[in-house]
């Protein structure tokens, strides 16, 4: 589901990025959202789609797709650089 240009539930964009926008492309193109608020929900898709890429690795499939390289690239060009301080803690050691 892709968000309006102006409305989304914030509330749901935090527990689930995934289930507000599309993918990270309109997440970073969302004109109602700070560039805090993009960052903060890039970061939480991020260690989400860690996690799946961590299930799919131990034969758990049948989820949706990850975005993972789409969500670190958008959150890249957003930070200068992925912030290894807030690197979600992950079987792989973060991202």
Do not use: C
Request: no cysteine; glycine share 10%; net charge negative.
């Amino acid at each position: 589901m892709t968000a309006n240009k102006d409305e989304i539930d914030l509330e749901k964009a935090r527990l689930d990025p995934g289930s507000v926008f599309a993918d990270p492309e309109a997440l970073r193109d969302h004109g109602g959202l700070t560039r805090e608020q993009k960052i903060e929900l890039l970061r939480r898709w991020a260690y989400d789609a860690s996690e799946l890429a961590v299930a799919e690795e131990e034969g758990m499939t049948g989820g949706e797709p990850s975005h993972l390289s789409g969500i670190l690239a958008v959150l890249h060009a957003l930070t200068g650089g992925y912030d290894v301080e807030h690197s979600p803690p992950t079987k792989q050691k973060g991202v």
